[in-house]
């Protein structure tokens, strides 16, 4: 089973979007179709921005999460040397937690790992949209 790993901003986007691309793969997983893991950084930079621009939405959030897998951060393990140092906890989980796919929408920070697992110690670094198309 595919193992994959949400940035925050995919929570984000997902609890403000019911109805988006973020949420339906939230959905897919929760339903068993993939093992869907978390950090607690990531988590927290979600909740906390969630909660300064859309307030409301925090009960839906916190379902939201309840589902997914929390897995630690190892601040030893490998980190691709350009990633901005604000990333490097959510690449580190990632990596930790053996995942397939890491998920962001975060193409400045993230854009020269895009679909080049070679470059990222072997995880799948896409966008949501990038992931639901490939597998169709």
């Known amino acids: 089973m595919i193992r994959i790993f949400l940035d925050a901003n995919v929570l984000f986007t997902a609890a403000h979007n019911p109805r988006g691309k ?3 793969l939230i959905n897919l997983g929760s339903g068993g179709m993939f093992k869907l893991a978390i950090s607690a950084y990531a988590r927290e930079e979600a909740r ?6 859309f ?4 009960p839906k959030f916190t379902r939201l999460v309840a ?6 951060e190892n601040l030893s393990l490998p980190c691709p040397e350009r990633l901005a140092e604000k990333d490097r906890p959510i690449f580190r989980a990632a990596y930790g937690c053996k995942a397939d796919v890491l998920l962001t929408g975060d193409l400045r920070d993230f854009g020269f790992l895009m679909n ?7 995880i799948l670094i896409q966008t949501v949209a990038d992931f639901l198309a ?3």
């Open 22 to 24: 973020a949420a339906f």
């Open 48 to 53: 906390r921005n969630l909660e300064r621009k």
């Open 55 to 58: 307030p409301e939405v925090l």
């Open 67 to 72: 589902s997914i897998c929390i897995v630690p």
């Open 116 to 122: 080049a697992p070679e470059l990222a110690s072997g």
């Open 134 to 136: 490939a597998i169709g």
